[in-house]
């Protein structure tokens, strides 16, 4: 999970996130080499002006020519196959998907709605609302969106979306009033919540742990207090946890 | 022709041989869970059409085979897991009001005489 006073990514919790920063570790690499180079052919060029006679090397050099045309196509496949890899990486699964949920963005809330089938092909599903922590102090009895200790505000909610761990899933994403976008950057995962669409993302987090995130879009005068927060659980804990809410209902 | 289609439409399960079926096994195996496969027909980011199609199709079977009739479960199963709540109410709505005309009855082709062109 992201750290206070860290400056760099979140931890990761799936294979796509790794590979997202994987890809922009490779292309801030690139990036610096070609910064310093641009910068230090400048800086000569510039500097050596004054010199009669320098700048003719520039003219009709045609071995420069053909490394300053041949580098940066080099650099721009190296970049393309990076590019392309991480996105067929990042694509389907390969195994047929064991749940599904579905996430519905409200103002200024989300629902999540789960659905798993046993053995058995028996369905179990339930629906649950996910708001912020907010209160320092309950406003009315039944409320439970209080801060208690250890909490972090404007990241923690009352009921977190649970998913398993190791186990390839779908999420399906729409919104019921305006555009939302369901984001969690340590699993790699950013969908629109449009209105009327129901967008598709395979999902597979690959450690146990409390992933955060934010709404994405801007969706009205409480967009900052929609706050996501994953409980990624071992499977054999999802299953009791699809199972008990099933008893409850 | 007619009643050919009706029959093998009706009767899928039945003129399936077995160890064609066997072939077509997942394999995949997930203690407790039964994986879904990927609808190859609903490719695109936008699943809303999936959601529908597997409600008509559970409305269908159940007019054809009953409510008790196990493989409709499996449309059941299916569009409970795609449908968002908002469309599921709707959509549950419809059929409660007779005006989702989709499922209201089988298709076309099982109507007996309900196409001219076929008889002669």
């Known amino acids: 999970m992201s750290q206070w006073g ?60 053909a490394i300053w045309t041949i580098v940066p196509a080099f650099l721009i496949y190296l970049i393309a196959s990076m590019s392309f890899y991480v996105l067929y990486m990042n694509g389907e699964h390969k195994e047929p998907t064991l749940f599904h949920s579905v996430i519905t963005g409200h103002q200024w809330y989300w629902t999540y709605q789960y659905a798993m089938i046993d053995e058995m092909g028996k369905f179990f599903g339930f629906e649950h609302d996910s708001y912020a922590l907010l209160n320092d102090v309950p406003s009315t009895s039944d409320d439970d969106t209080v801060l208690s200790k250890g909490d972090t505000y404007l990241l923690d909610v009352d009921a977190p979306f649970v998913i398993p761990q190791g186990m390839p899933g779908e999420l399906l994403v729409t919104s019921d009033d305006v555009i939302h976008s369901w984001s969690v950057p340590a699993l790699g995962i950013t969908v629109d919540a449009v209105p009327g669409r129901l967008n598709r993302s395979p999902i597979l987090a690959s450690t146990v742990g409390v992933a955060y995130g934010h709404c994405r879009e801007l969706c009205g005068v409480n967009h900052f207090m929609m706050p996501i927060c994953v409980e990624i659980v071992t499977p054999a804990t999802y299953l009791k946890f699809m199972k008990l809410e099933e008893i409850e209902e | 022709m007619d009643r050919k289609v ?21 394999e995949y195996k997930f203690d407790g869970v039964t994986p879904q496969p990927f609808d190859a027909r609903f490719t695109t980011w936008n699943q809303m059409r999936l959601c529908w199609q597997n409600f008509a199709d559970y409305q269908r079977c159940i007019k054809l085979k009953g409510k008790t009739y196990e493989p409709c479960k499996w449309f059941s199963n299916r569009y409970l897991s795609f449908c968002p709540a908002k469309k599921r109410n709707k959509l549950h709505f419809l059929v409660e009001e007779d005006a989702f005309a989709s499922g209201k009855r089988p298709p076309p082709m099982l109507l007996e005489g309900d196409d001219g062109h076929d008889e002669h």
Not at chain 1, 11 to 34: D, R
């Open chain 2, 6 to 26: 009706k029959d093998v439409l009706l009767n899928w399960d039945k003129s399936v041989p077995e160890e064609m079926m066997e072939e077509y096994k997942v």
């Open chain 1, 6 to 65: 860290g400056t760099y990514y979140s931890m990761n919790f799936s294979m796509a996130a790794s590979l997202s920063k994987f890809l922009y570790e490779c292309i801030m690499t690139i990036n610096c080499f070609v910064l310093t180079t641009v910068v230090c052919g400048l800086v000569m060029a510039l500097s050596s002006g004054r010199v009669v006679g320098h700048c003719r090397k520039y003219l009709k050099n045609e071995l420069l020519e």
